[in-house]
Structures are given as structure tokens and as C-alpha cells.
């Protein structure tokens, strides 16, 4: 009866471009192959493990293995995918492409509690509305979209996020069609000041009230109603402080207008019974819109935002500083805000530029 060596030195003179070769007590197949992806342009020497043990039975499955290969190299049709393992293995499904996603995003970026927070709003929320287990395509990606509302934030968002994935995933998509419309969407009827006091008097639950009073005072993002130092909302000038786990970072803010802040004793807080263990800022900030709607407020937070913003133009506030307090950039507060400046809101700029001469 033969020993090991010499069945397998008859079994690689059987063999043209593969080479089986045993090390310590495996098989594994030494050939010249195309390169391995990130392992330059040209063909090299590659050991390829079998996962066979160099016994007889071993030996017959890798001989296989080895004549899989040689036919793949003779039709020029040799495939990496099946022998990468780990990192080296070629992402596939939705969510091995996320994950190299987020693991390439971390790389250039520090982990601060305002970019984890532009992470989960503009990447992580919509990335959960796919199918981890599903191959990555474009079309799969463009049905997911589709879910959303023409023209909404959300459509804008998931535009946005998906054609970021797949970008980084090599795949020729284009959504900037399907992202249209947001910014003709945008443009509110903004409620006067007097209607807002209306409003807040309206308001029966304390604790809604206080929501209500605090947006419309400052201007905050809905989810920022959660992350804020409120220790000098009592004394003047009446500063706010949004904590850094938000969208933005730290950041301080003080009321328009100011008698707000003292009608309404916005230092008397009062948060409605909101589950937020567990919850992000984007879910957190979904909470607010309805909570209103369920005290008989007809607009979203978000016009009290932009209300907030109008408002300063009309006082002649540097836009820089509103910018600042409202932690955008200065681009974005131009961009966003300054088109629901309307007429009657350029003749109370008039008005009070003519008082003050």
C-alpha cells in the first residue's frame, strides 16, 4: 500500500495548473491566479486552503476541488467570492454592505454625540427600512423609496442615505429625480404671534403646554426638547442650553420673544409621559408633531421653528447669530427660512425700521 506522499505526488501529476500541497495535517491548492480584490491588477501565486485533512479521503475531495479550479482557469471564469472569508469576503447582502458602510464612515470621523446623532437620523433610520438579508440592488433600494411620500423630508432623506450605499457598493444608481419637490413641500403657512399665544392658551395638559411654549420660545428642534440644561430659563436674559447629544451639538439659545418666556414660566417644566429609553432622536422628535395634534394644535413643531427664525429677520437679529442659535449654518438659514419672510412680514420689518429712525 502507497503512503500519503506518493498518492499525492500521483495526483498532482494528473493535475496541469494546480498544485495540491500538504502543510502540517491540511490540503491546500498552490496555484497562479487572477489577483485577489485590493491585491493589485496582475495574476500571483495564491495558496487556496481546501478545509480538506491530508488523509485519503482528504486527498479525493481536493483533487476535486483542484479540477473545480483548473476548469474555472481554462474558461478564464475564476472567482475569488467562495475563498474570501471574514473582511476579505466581498460584501453581498444589504447588510454586509451596511456594515462596511458604517465601518468605512467611522474611519475619517470621531465618534461625537453629534455626529452619532446625524448618523442615526441621516443613515441608521433609513438603512432599518431594508432588508438586511437581501441581495444590495438598485431596484431594491428605488422600492424602498418609493414607500415614502413624494416630496417629503423622509423621501429626501432615504435618497439621500441609499444613494450614499450605493455609491460606496459600486452600483450606477441615480435618485436625484425621486428627490425632488422638497423644497417647494417646505413652505408653511406660519402662524402669527398672536396666533401662536392662542394656541398655547388652548392647550390643556400642562405638560403638552410646556412643549408647546418652549418650541415656539426658541425655536428647537422636536427631538432637542428632550436634551436641554433649563437652570437659567428663570433668570435673565433667560439662556437655554441644548445638550450635545443632539443633531448639532452644544449650543445656547435665548428667547423671541422674551415675554414668553416669563408669561408662560417655561421654567416650570413639565414633560409629557414619552417612553425615551431606548428611542433615538429621529423616533424621540416623531413623538412631538402628534402630541400637539392630539391637544387640538393644527401645525407641526416645525412651524414654530420657522416662525422662530422669520421672527429674528423681522428684529433685525444678525443671521449669523440666529444661525448660531438655531445650529445650523448660515447657508442653510438663508436657504431655508428667509422664503417664508411674506408681505406682512416685510411691512413689520418696515414698520420698525422707521420707528427705530
Avoid at 221 to 236: A, M, N, V
Wanted: charged share 25%.
Amino acid at each position: 500500500m502507497r503512503d500519503f506522499g506518493e498518492e499525492l505526488g500521483k495526483v498532482n501529476a494528473a493535475l496541469d495548473r494546480i498544485e495540491i500541497r500538504r502543510k502540517g495535517d491540511r490540503l491546500y491548492l498552490r496555484a497562479t491566479l487572477p489577483p485577489k480584490p485590493g491585491d493589485g491588477d496582475k495574476p500571483k501565486r495564491y495558496e487556496l486552503s481546501t478545509g480538506y485533512g491530508a488523509n485519503p479521503e482528504g486527498l479525493r475531495f481536493a483533487k476535486a476541488k483542484a479540477l473545480e479550479v483548473e476548469g474555472q482557469l481554462l474558461r478564464e471564469a475564476f472567482d475569488w467570492t467562495p475563498w474570501l472569508k471574514g473582511k476579505k469576503k466581498p460584501p453581498e447582502t444589504v447588510g454586509e454592505w451596511i456594515n462596511r458602510f458604517e465601518e468605512n464612515y467611522w474611519e475619517s470621523r470621531e465618534r461625537t454625540s453629534a455626529k452619532l446623532c446625524t448618523w442615526e437620523t441621516s443613515y441608521q433610520y433609513p438603512f432599518s427600512k431594508l432588508n438586511r438579508d437581501e441581495p444590495l440592488t438598485e431596484n431594491l433600494l428605488k422600492l424602498s423609496i418609493l414607500q415614502t411620500t413624494p416630496g417629503s423630508r423622509s423621501r429626501q432623506l432615504f435618497c439621500f442615505a441609499y444613494q450614499a450605499l450605493a455609491k460606496f457598493a459600486g452600483l450606477s444608481t441615480n435618485f436625484k429625480d425621486l428627490a425632488k419637490g422638497h423644497e417647494t413641500q417646505i413652505k408653511r403657512d406660519l402662524p402669527t404671534d398672536e396666533e401662536i399665544e392662542l394656541m398655547w392658551e388652548s392647550i390643556k395638559n400642562p405638560a403638552w403646554k410646556w412643549v408647546f411654549g418652549i418650541l415656539a420660545a426658541y425655536g428647537l428642534r422636536p427631538h432637542e426638547i428632550f436634551h436641554l440644561d433649563c437652570s437659567e430659563l428663570s433668570t435673565e436674559p433667560g439662556w437655554l442650553k441644548i445638550l450635545p447629544q443632539t443633531k448639532t451639538s452644544s449650543r445656547i439659545i435665548l428667547p423671541l420673544k422674551s415675554d414668553w418666556r416669563c408669561r408662560w414660566q417655561l421654567w416650570d417644566i413639565k414633560m409629557p409621559n414619552i417612553k425615551t429609553v431606548g428611542k433615538n432622536n429621529q423616533e424621540l422628535g416623531q413623538k412631538i408633531t402628534p402630541g400637539l395634534h392630539s391637544q387640538g394644535i393644527k401645525i407641526t413643531s416645525y412651524h414654530l421653528r420657522d416662525a422662530y427664525a422669520v421672527r429674528a429677520s423681522i428684529l433685525g437679529i444678525d443671521p449669523a447669530i440666529v444661525a448660531r442659535w438655531m445650529g445650523h449654518s448660515l447657508q442653510v438659514h438663508f436657504h431655508q427660512y428667509h422664503s417664508h419672510i411674506d408681505k406682512r412680514g416685510f411691512e413689520e420689518a418696515y414698520h420698525r425700521a422707521h420707528q427705530n429712525n
